[in-house]
């Protein structure tokens, strides 16, 4: 037990998070009575979070990262790095990583699964060196990261995505590109191109439907349809992960992705924009290790 005692926990928070104000008191206590030393570090902009962790790397056994999708994501990098297993508290709006290892959204709960120390190799995908864990995007959902209002997103979660996407939808146009895969190119006119790493994307939907966030490889998708309105007809499949049975998805899988356009285009990774056409996509295997409750049955996606 005495060895259990000495791990050191250093918890990165985001107060600009969905739950970002909430009292973090309870989950430091949970975290401590499973014996870990805390050292909280709050941060102001995604940016400082891998420099934390480069400069106190040696005062810890284990990163706690506090906020959403985007927040994890950006500590990737400097994670895999160091060498350290990583926790998550879910205190974003989609919370889709957590979804896809069975984290619980209770923070208290959450800590308690770091507490327990039950930790999984995963993957990570890259974008032009950017790390994601649930999916980067080009087109529909890059248009929406750019056009939600902050205040918007914080007050009304989900609500306030499906506001901005009816705005985003109502002007969309098709773009060109050029996906490359193994050699082989192919030219599309689509609304969006995603790459998923993982299972969950924008609040619960399925990259694909037997993806999983330990396979090994990437899951692309392509809407190629004429008129946009008929994604509506769609949404249920997108909901399973079987939106590849319909003619106008393209889909795809491979280890590594290129993907280019007329003119740079922003590509969204994990609800935030970090880089740019023309994008180079990989996957990293088991690439880090996060705390997560025990797998019943198999792989993550076993179970869905």
């Known amino acids: 037990m005495d060895n259990v005692t000495t791990k050191r926990a250093l918890v990165l928070i985001n107060p600009k998070a969905r739950r970002g104000q909430e009292s973090l008191a309870p989950v430091l206590d949970r975290l401590r009575a499973g014996g870990l030393v ?39 990098v400097a994670v895999m790095e160091s060498g350290l297993p990583m926790g998550i508290m879910p205190m974003g709006t989609a919370n889709d990583l957590a979804r896809t290892l069975e984290i619980p959204m209770n923070l208290v709960e959450a800590a308690g699964v770091i507490a327990d120390g039950q930790a999984r190799q995963i993957d990570v995908g890259t974008v032009n060196g950017h790390a994601f864990f649930n999916v980067a995007s080009i087109g529909l959902s890059t248009e929406l990261a750019q056009g939600l209002d902050p205040a918007l997103k914080k007050r009304f979660g989900r609500l306030g ?33 995603a790459v998923g790493n993982g299972r969950h994307y924008g609040g619960g939907n399925v990259v694909e439907e037997t993806a999983a966030i330990d396979d090994g490889h990437l899951d692309l ?20 992960g079987r939106h590849g049975a319909w003619k106008e998805v393209r889909t795809a899988r491979c280890v590594e992705f290129d993907i280019e356009t007329d003119k740079p285009m922003p590509v969204n990774t994990d609800g935030e924009i970090v880089t740019a056409t023309p994008a180079h996509f990989k996957v990293h295997p088991k690439a880090i290790s996060i705390f997560a409750p025990a797998e019943q049955g198999g792989a993550f996606s076993s179970r869905r």
């Not at 102001?44 to 927040?71: F, H």
């Not at 998708?221 to 769609?234: G, H, T, V």
Request: aromatic fraction near 8%; charged fraction near 25%.
């Open 38 to 76: 805390t050292q909280v570090e709050p941060f102001k902009a995604l940016p400082e979070i891998a420099r934390d962790i480069v400069r106190l790397r040696k005062m810890a056994d284990l990163v706690v990262v506090c906020g959403g999708d985007g927040t994890v994501s950006s500590a990737a």
């Open 161 to 193: 995505y499906a506001l901005a996407a009816m705005k985003v939808m109502a002007k969309a146009n098709r773009f060109a590109a050029r996906i490359t895969e193994k050699g082989a190119t192919i030219e599309v006119h689509t609304y969006q191109i």
């Open 221 to 240: 998708y392509s809407l190629e349809m004429k008129n946009l309105w008929k994604l509506a007809l769609m949404l249920r499949s997108f909901r399973s």
